[in-house]
């Protein structure tokens, strides 16, 4: 794991695109795995503003979504793909056929996951993969207790997840119980991975997924087993690495 540390969450954003600007810059028909959630909004933010200086194009490049919760359509404001829609994909000229986000609406879940895993194996597999990380330190929506060797599949979200998503929605009783997540094989079968991780409240669980057991309850712990990890902090994200550094 590489842990790169940047001032606060302005610089953080900035050295993501910068990464995925590079990777998309390096190899234009890159497959991009993209996440959701509050982290990556500024990455995007920073993406676009590369786009429109016409320093990149997303005309080649693929994407795969992570996860989308289990029964919002796609119209929904909540749903991960009307999230995409907004902060990316309407903005750049990215092709719709190359966007791939699960359908949380499929009649056929089972079919819709392995239909999933198969367009990311004939796309070639995922170049980067983009992360942020769950209070809980689940990475998608795989929570803790999970399988490892699962790939993309129907999830059941803890409590405490509904309870951090929930401000989001109106209240917590709106937030869907149920989500479809690329699994962690499908996560660990990335060639590169670049998690983000902003504020104090993911010190702990930082600290944890760096310095402690690697254990399915701890989701993300396994990503120190992946050759090719990039795990981007800002300084509040990191302020428990420290104290292990003087330990
Ligand atoms: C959601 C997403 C995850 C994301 C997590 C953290 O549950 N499924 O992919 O990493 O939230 O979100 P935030 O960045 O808002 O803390």
């Given at each position: 794991?590489?842990?790169?540390?940047?001032?606060?969450?302005?610089?953080?954003?900035?050295?993501?695109?910068?990464?995925?600007?590079?990777?998309?810059?390096?190899?234009?028909?890159?497959?991009?795995?993209l996440?959701?959630?509050?982290?990556?909004?500024?990455?995007?933010?920073?993406?676009?503003r590369i786009?429109?200086?016409?320093?990149?194009?997303?005309?080649?490049?693929?994407?795969?979504?992570?996860?989308?919760?289990?029964?919002?359509?796609?119209?929904n404001?909540?749903?991960?793909?009307?999230?995409?829609?907004?902060?990316?994909?309407?903005?750049?000229?990215?092709?719709?056929?190359?966007?791939?986000i699960p359908d949380g609406r499929a009649k056929d879940i089972q079919e819709e996951c392995i239909h999933y895993e198969s367009k990311i194996a004939k796309a070639g597999g995922i170049d980067l993969q983009l992360l942020g990380i769950g209070r809980n330190g689940h990475i998608g929506f795989n929570e803790p207790d999970v399988k490892f060797e699962a790939?993309?599949?129907l999830v059941t979200l803890d409590e405490d997840t509904i309870e951090a998503?929930?401000?989001?929605?109106?209240?917590?009783?709106e937030v869907p119980k149920q989500a479809i997540s690329m699994g962690i094989k499908t996560i660990?079968?990335?060639?590169?991975?670049?998690l983000l991780a902003s504020g104090e409240e993911k010190a702990e669980i930082i600290y944890n997924m760096i310095y402690g057991k690697i254990t399915p309850e701890?989701?993300?712990?396994?990503?120190?087993?992946?050759?090719?990890?990039?795990?981007?902090?800002?300084?509040?994200?990191?302020?428990?690495?420290?104290k292990n550094r003087t330990s």
């Open positions: 794991m590489r842990i790169v540390v940047a001032r606060d969450y302005e610089e953080l954003s900035k050295k993501a695109a910068n990464i995925l600007a590079s990777q998309i810059t390096l190899k234009p028909d890159s497959v991009l795995g996440a959701t959630g509050a982290t990556p909004v500024g990455t995007y933010m920073e993406l676009l786009y429109n200086e016409g320093d990149i194009s997303f005309s080649e490049a693929v994407t795969f979504n992570l996860d989308e919760y289990y029964g919002l359509d796609k119209e404001n909540q749903s991960y793909y009307y999230f995409m829609m907004e902060h990316l994909f309407k903005h750049v000229n990215i092709k719709h056929k190359n966007i791939h790939e993309t599949h998503n929930s401000r989001f929605f109106i209240s917590p009783e660990m079968h990335s060639k590169k991975i670049l701890l989701p993300a712990s396994v990503l120190q087993l992946h050759p090719d990890v990039i795990v981007l902090l800002d300084e509040e994200a990191a302020s428990m690495l420290n």
